[in-house]
């Protein structure tokens, strides 16, 4: 059992340094973090996180953390958020927006309230925000939801979204969802919003479907022009569905419509705009592999200024995937037709593809390469080539080694944070002791080719931190006494974890036990060879009072010691009419079982007949000698068959068992024997 009487919290506390060369400028610094998340107390009812991060010494990006401070608690049907998280009302209204605020929810048995008070940190339209909900459940998994969110706007400064909040904003909404069957779910949203100046509605509706062969998904969403939620003059519109033929072979079809006009937080860059459809047969032609076709169009531009692409392009696909032995392997091939609207253009665009992957000696290596001749860009069949790997390594359980490269990215992922290079070394000191060390070539989101260098060196203390007494530490105590042995100092007892050494008296004792149960042992190796308890070890032991006390003595084992006599009964029946004389015996080597028992330990030995047979180190007192046949031939007949003796420090008992082998013998009847015959007359 553990040796603790707290109920404990993992937390982890960690100090990083930070260095970075930004754009040719190079900053450094050092940021601290703590994060826990656990519960309060043994019973597990008291949830908590919490979580707080120092200011970032560099510019943020995806590779490093921003300033964050937040904690939550929950227990049974109350849950409270404080601090910094991303807070959402609903899809239509405020689907996600970073900021520091205040969130709680109450849980009735079949409806929810709750609302919070969020200040967003990194979308400067908006001031503050306050929302408030309650949720009603119909059944398991359909409920209606109605809420109403409130937004006042930042006054006199610069407007970084897509639309400007003239006034506050009022947004009342009511969300659903429908487990119409087992197969199929409805969900859907309404919402209206409500200024000084205008008015707007906004709506969502979806459904998914799943069958044994059928799977499909199905979303819209439209925004009128002067809705003052999320979204604000658009419309999307996904869809995926999916039909197995066989085990082998399936088709699927998948529709995308981005929405345009969106209130993301000026954090991040927006990707670009997409329209696609995309559907395709796939066929596994055997168990290891299998190969895919797609046709489709695709519509991708660039929401950044200036622009770095604008194009629609039709394109036919294949891709095949195989298990070579350990490697897996896909290789891909895509030709389309593509118009690009930047530079005024038509052209071919091919993209041919291959990734390779495997696993050797604790190690994955993952390998990238693609050649492309395309017109989606600046240039007219523009060659491109990409290529990297990845290679992770664990060493042993606490190291490990990570490394990647790339040379180059897709210009459609320039919105984001992209690594070119990066090594990532993890190292357990000790026990809760890490040490981690990156570095990092990037590209920052909407650069296309100035390259950024970032560095950590971070150290994690893994701590167990004590926030609930369980029991109150217990003891035992005790003395060994003396009964005819050498000595009993220096005898070493075990008790769980814990060690104890007797003294000169042969007092032990165990300090700061937890409660519970326990084997108490000793360590026959601190003792004289022929030493033995009075009582049987290991002893199970429940200690729950505050002091306990168990005493035992050590004295010298017994020893019982036997042999077993074969003699022959020659003494003839007179009552007998013959004696059978056997033939020459098999040379069958006779035994029994010869069993010791004090009532506690039982022991049991073969012993043949003519040898001799001994029980060692048994403890002094009462002890019985049973006897058992062991298939033993019914010729013999055992004299005795029990024995009983009181056995004394030291003592060695000699037993002699006395087996009779008895003479086969054949007895005859005599009886009267009638003899007669028949006459047969000869016939002429």
Known sequence: MEDDIYHRLPVSASISFIGMQNRGIYQNGFQGEIYGKGTLDKENKNQIEFHAVSANPVEFNSFTQYEEYFINYKRDNVFVHLGDKTYSASYLTEFARYGRGAEVRYDFKRFSVGGFYNHPRFFRDIKDEFNVYSTFKIRKESEITAGYLYKTPRTGEMNFGNIRLDSEAHLPYTTGKFKISKNIVVSGEAAYSKTEQMEGTAYMAQAQATFERFNGNLMYMRASPKFAGYFTNTST??????????????????????????????????????????????????????ITLYNGFQKYQDRLEPKQFDYYEQYFKVSVDQQIGQFLVNVQGQFGKTNNYLSGFNGNSSFYTTNISFEKFKTSFSIYASYAITSRYQMQNEKQVYYGARIFSRFSDKTSLSLFYQNNYMPEEYFRDRNLFEVLYHQQLFRGSELDVSGRYSLQRGELGNKDFIFSLRYTLRLNVPVQKTAEYTSLSGNISNLGVKKTEGIKLMLGNHLSITDKDGNYQFKNVVPGEYFLEIDRSTADINDITNVSLPATLHLDAKENIFNFGLTTASTIKGNIHLSENDGKDEYSFAQYQPTKEKNKRQSIIVEASNGEQTYRKIAFIGENFDFTYLRPGEWKVKLYRNGLDKRYKIAADSFHYSLKPSQTQNISIHIVKQQSEIKYQQEMIKVGYNDVKKKK
Request: glycine letters at 8%; hydrophobic letters at 30%.
């Open 237 to 290: 519109f996904n869809g995926n569905i999916q039909y197995k033929i066989s085990k082998k072979l399936n088709v699927f079809g998948n529709y995308t419509q981005d929405a345009r006009n969106f209130q993301r937080d000026t954090l991040f860059y927006a990707a670009p705009y997409r329209r696609f459809l995309q559907y395709g047969i796939q066929y596994k032609y055997i168990s290891t592999g299998l």
